[in-house]
């Protein structure tokens, strides 16, 4: 069973950046997809980016491409979120995500393992 743990998030001011991590245990870390979603109250779980197992190949949301960057460390078993020029529309809950399939990696539904979230909060 694989846990994730997220961690890093805050309340920022807008143009302000935080760094997000989420550790994962077991020993199949670098083999798989992690991906990163968030949540705003009201709102459907969107997708924010994902990176493959080798770290090599990375996707973007649209609405953070060029302010956000996903990076992972496989010695560690983390996965991070680097998050610039913070706007207020950013506020949600961020969860960290590890998929076994090999494709659709912008679907949350391809995601078996989930960690708890952490808030980001962005004021204006």
């Known amino acids: 069973q694989v846990q994730l743990v997220e961690s890093g998030g805050g309340l920022v001011q807008a143009g302000g950046s935080l760094r997000l991590s989420c550790a994962a245990s077991g020993r199949t870390f670098s083999t798989y997809t992690m991906g990163w979603f968030r949540q705003a109250p009201g709102k459907e779980r969107e997708f924010v980016a994902y990176?493959?197992?080798?770290?090599?190949?990375?996707a973007y949301a649209d609405s953070v491409k060029g302010r956000f960057t996903i990076s992972r460390d496989n010695a560690k078993n983390t996965v991070y979120l680097q998050m610039n020029s913070l706007k207020p529309e950013d506020t949600a809950l961020y969860y960290c995500a590890q998929t076994t399939k090999y494709y659709s990696f912008r679907n949350s539904r391809q995601y078996d393992y989930w960690g708890q979230g952490t808030q980001v909060t962005v004021s204006s």
């Open positions: 990176i493959i197992s080798s770290g090599t190949s990375t």
